[in-house]
Nanobody
Framework: QVQLVETGGGLVQTGGSLTLSCAAS????????MAWFRQAPGKEREFVAR???????AYADFVAGRFTISRDNARSTAYLQMDNLKPEDTAIYYC???????????????WGRGTQVTVSA
């Protein structure tokens, strides 16, 4: 049974930091690209960052050097370190897994349930 479980969300002030974790099970984690997406109220789900199985990373333009995605294959866990958070970063953050390297949500077959990140002004 495939599971992706996100943790680490919460309420933080503008300029603060959070680290999200995504614990994976039920599939061979090291063979999958991992990504983070987010969805704010009334908006579509959007790509945030991804790391390939060889830890090559890519980021959305709005990240602008503030976020870092990483992975620990031994722990089957992906991370998203978020610094200098802004109110517009408020959203539910989801991790996802795919055998394809992509920024498109439709190409990710495994999803977690999400974790809420709220940034106060």
């Amino acid at each position: 049974q495939v599971q992706l479980v996100e943790t680490g969300g919460g309420l933080v002030q503008t300029g603060g930091s959070l680290t999200l974790s995504c614990a994976a099970s039920g599939f061979t984690f090291s063979n999958y690209a991992m990504a983070w997406f987010r969805q704010a109220p009334g908006k579509e789900r959007e790509f945030v960052a991804r790391t390939t199985w060889t830890a090559v990373t890519a980021y959305a333009d709005f990240v602008a050097g503030r976020f870092t995605i990483s992975r620990d294959n031994a722990r089957s866990t992906a991370y998203l370190q978020m610094d200098n958070l802004k109110p517009e970063d408020t959203a539910i953050y989801y991790c996802a897994a795919s055998t394809t390297i992509s920024r498109l949500p439709s190409l990710y077959g495994y999803w977690g349930r999400g974790t809420q990140v709220t940034v106060s002004a």
